[in-house]
C-alpha cells in the first residue's frame, strides 16, 4: 500500500484553523503520509509562514464534517450538460477529536476539498499496519536509532535483588518465545525451580503465564510475583508444577496472599470456561482476596463519559457533578489505589508474599503490581526508576498497548479490545504526586507525555502488544526509543518535580474519597488554559534551582516548610 493512495486532495488554501483558548488562524492546509500541516499566511515580502500546526495523524481519534452554503455554476467554456454542474459558494468544517484529548476545527473552502481531507485524515489515521506507522520513517538528528533500548535490562534488576537473596534466578526458558508468547525472553522464578517444571506450569496458567517474580521487597524479603488465572475447569485440574512454583516462594509455616483482581463470581463463572482459581487443598500456604477491578468494555466507557462531561461547558455545578459521580472514573482510581495498598500492606506490614493475577494478567494485574512498587519502593520514584518499572511491567510484562490505545475517548468506531488502563495507572500515579508532593522526582509533565506518547508515538517504545510482536517487526532496530528522548539533558529537566526531596519511607495513600481528585491537568488540559500554574511552577523552579548551591537548599527547604506545614504557612502569611 503507497500513502498517496490514500491522499485524495494533498494541499488547501486559505484554511481557518480554530482551537479552544487560542485565537483562530488561516492558512494553508497540507496532508503528508503521517502528518497534517498548518502554515499561516505570509505577512507580506515574500516572509516564509509560521507553522501553526504539526498534528500526527495517527493522533485522531474522530473525524466529523459538516458541510453548508451550497450552489451549482457552469464553469465558463462548458457547453451546459449536467456534468460540467460543479458546486459554488461551498464550504465545509471539519472537526477533528485527537487521543490527546484536543479538539481542533478546520474551516474549508469548497465542500468536495472538505469531503477529500476528510476521507484522507480517516484513512491514514486507520492505517493498522505496525510497519507503516511513523515511528519506522522518523529520525531525529539528534539521536540515534540502538539509544535507549538497552536503558534498563532485566539482568541489572536481578543482579540488585541477587546482591541480596540467592532464593532467585534469571530463566532464559522463554528465549524463543515458545513457553509464552507474551512474556519477555527472560524472567526472574525462583531459583528451586527448574526449566521444565517452568514449561509445565506454563500449560496450567492461561496464556502461558506462569508465576513469576515481579519486585523483591529488601526490607523483610518477601516478593510480590504475577501470573494469569490458573486453567483448573470446571472438574478442578491440577498441575503439581505450579503447586510447587508457589510453594517454593514460602518457607514452612509462612503465608502468602494471592490478589485476584476479579469479582468471587466472574472467577468462579471462569472455571466454567475452563479458567477459575488456586484450590486451597492444592495450595494451603495461600490465601485468596478478591479485589474486582474493571477492565475492558465498562472501563473504557467510563471514560468516554468523563470527557463528554469536561467538555460540557454549558451546565450546572450540581449537573457537572452528578455526571463526574456517575462516570465512575474516580472510583476506578480510588479501587486501583486500594489494591496496590493492599499489595504493598501484605509485604510491609504482614510481612507476607503476594501473588497477583486476573484472568489473561496483562491489564488489572499489571496495574496493581506497577502501583505497588510505587508505594513501596523509593527507587521507582526517580525518574530512571519509574522509566525502569514502566519498562518492566508494562512494556516487556506484555500489557498489549496496540489494542488498549488503538481508540480513545471521542472515537465513533464499535469497541473492541480498547481500554485506559495505562491512562489509569499515570491517574493513579498523579494521586500520589499530588499527595506526596516532595516524594516523586517527576512531574505532571512526564505523565501527560507518557499518556500521549502511548495512544500516538514518533516513537516506538509503546508500539506493539509484548516483545514478541516488537522482535517480529524488529522495534528495536528500526524506532527510536522514547527513553533516549527524554533522558537527554535539555529534555530530562523538563519533567524534573523541583521540590522532589528523596523519601526513603513507605507512602501510603489516602483513598477517602475526598483525597481522589479529578486530574484537572489531563482532563480540562485544552478547555481551560493553564498560564497562571505554568507560571507558578516556573516561579518554583526558580527559587529552587538558584545558582548559589546552600541559597538552593534553604530556598527549597523553606517552601518545603511552607507549603506542608500548614503553621509555617500562618507564619509566612503573616
Request: charged share 20%; net charge neutral; aromatic share 8%.
Amino acid at each position: 500500500m503507497e500513502f498517496s493512495e490514500l491522499i485524495k486532495t494533498a494541499t488547501v488554501e486559505s484554511v481557518l484553523l480554530s482551537c479552544a483558548g487560542l485565537p483562530a488562524v488561516k492558512g494553508t492546509l497540507c496532508i503528508t503520509s503521517h502528518h497534517l500541516l498548518l502554515s499561516s499566511c505570509p505577512g507580506g515580502d515574500a516572509q516564509p509562514g509560521t507553522v501553526e500546526l504539526w498534528l500526527l495523524i495517527r493522533n485522531v481519534d474522530a473525524v466529523e464534517k459538516r458541510v453548508q452554503n451550497l450552489g451549482w455554476y457552469q464553469p465558463p467554456g462548458t457547453n451546459g450538460s449536467p456534468r460540467d454542474t460543479r458546486l459554488a459558494g461551498s464550504s465545509g468544517t471539519i472537526t477533528l477529536r485527537c487521543k490527546d484529548l484536543k479538539v481542533l476545527q478546520l474551516e474549508i473552502p469548497g465542500m468536495e476539498e472538505c469531503l477529500n481531507i476528510a476521507s484522507s485524515i480517516e484513512a491514514l489515521s486507520s492505517v493498522d499496519s505496525v510497519m507503516m506507522m511513523y515511528p519506522f520513517f522518523y529520525r531525529p538528528q539528534s539521536l540515534k536509532l540502538e539509544e535507549g533500548w538497552h536503558l534498563f535490562p532485566l539482568e541489572q534488576y536481578f543482579q540488585q535483588i541477587a546482591s541480596q537473596t540467592s532464593q532467585w534466578r534469571l530463566s532464559d526458558v522463554n528465549r524463543d518465545f515458545t513457553t509464552c508468547p507474551t512474556y519477555p525472553p527472560a524472567v526472574i522464578v525462583p531459583a528451586a525451580v527448574d526449566d521444565d517444571a517452568l514449561r509445565k506450569a506454563a500449560r496450567f496458567r492461561q496464556g502461558g503465564r506462569f508465576p513469576i517474580l515481579s519486585y523483591y521487597h529488601p526490607k523483610n524479603g518477601t516478593a510480590m510475583l504475577r501470573s494469569s488465572q490458573p486453567l483448573t475447569g470446571p472438574n478442578r485440574k491440577r498441575c503439581r508444577e505450579d503447586e510447587m512454583l508457589l510453594g517454593t516462594v514460602l518457607d514452612e509455616g509462612e503465608r502468602g496472599f494471592i490478589i485476584d483482581t476479579r469479582s468471587a463470581q466472574a472467577a468462579k463463572q471462569a472455571r466454567m470456561t475452563g479458567g477459575g482459581t488456586e484450590p486451597k487443598s492444592s495450595y494451603p500456604q495461600w490465601r485468596r482476596l478478591h479485589r474486582p477491578l474493571e477492565r475492558g468494555r465498562p472501563l473504557q466507557e467510563s471514560f468516554i463519559k468523563l470527557v463528554e462531561a469536561c467538555n460540557d461547558t454549558s451546565i450546572s455545578m450540581d449537573r457537572w457533578l452528578s455526571r463526574l459521580e456517575s462516570c465512575r472514573w474516580l472510583s476506578h482510581v480510588k479501587a486501583a489505589l486500594s489494591t496496590a495498598c493492599l499489595a504493598a500492606q501484605c509485604m510491609d506490614r504482614e510481612e507476607a508474599s503476594v501473588l497477583v493475577h486476573g484472568a489473561e494478567g496483562t491489564d488489572t494485574t499489571l496495574l496493581v503490581t506497577a502501583l505497588a512498587q510505587v508505594i513501596l519502593d523509593p527507587s521507582c520514584r526517580t525518574l530512571v526508576g519509574f522509566q525502569g518499572l514502566l519498562e518492566r511491567e508494562w512494556i516487556e510484562a506484555g500489557h498489549p498497548f496496540h489494542l488498549r490505545c488503538a481508540r480513545s475517548a471521542y472515537s465513533h468506531a464499535r469497541l473492541k479490545q480498547e481500554a485506559p488502563l495505562f491512562l489509569l495507572f499515570l491517574d493513579c500515579v498523579w494521586q500520589l504526586s499530588r499527595q506526596f508532593p516532595f516524594s516523586l522526582e517527576f512531574g505532571e509533565r512526564l505523565l501527560l507525555t507518557l499518556f500521549d506518547n502511548a495512544y500516538a508515538s514518533a516513537y516506538g517504545t509503546f508500539l506493539c502488544n509484548n516483545e514478541k510482536e516488537r522482535c517480529l517487526c524488529k522495534v528495536k532496530e528500526s524506532t527510536h526509543s522514547l527513553w533516549a528522548w527524554l533522558n537527554q539533558p535539555g529534555e530530562r529537566k523538563k519533567y524534573l518535580n523541583p521540590l522532589y526531596s528523596p523519601n526513603a519511607l513507605v507512602i501510603w495513600p489516602s483513598v477517602e474519597p475526598q483525597s481522589i481528585q479529578l486530574w484537572q491537568g489531563l482532563f480540562f488540559r485544552w478547555i481551560r488554559s493553564s498560564q497562571y500554574l505554568d507560571e507558578a511552577w516556573a516561579e518554583i523552579q526558580r527559587l529552587v534551582q538558584g545558582n548559589d548551591s546552600p541559597a538552593k537548599e534553604s530556598a527549597g527547604n523553606r517552601l518545603s516548610r511552607s507549603l506542608s506545614d500548614p503553621a509555617a504557612r500562618t507564619e509566612n502569611e503573616r
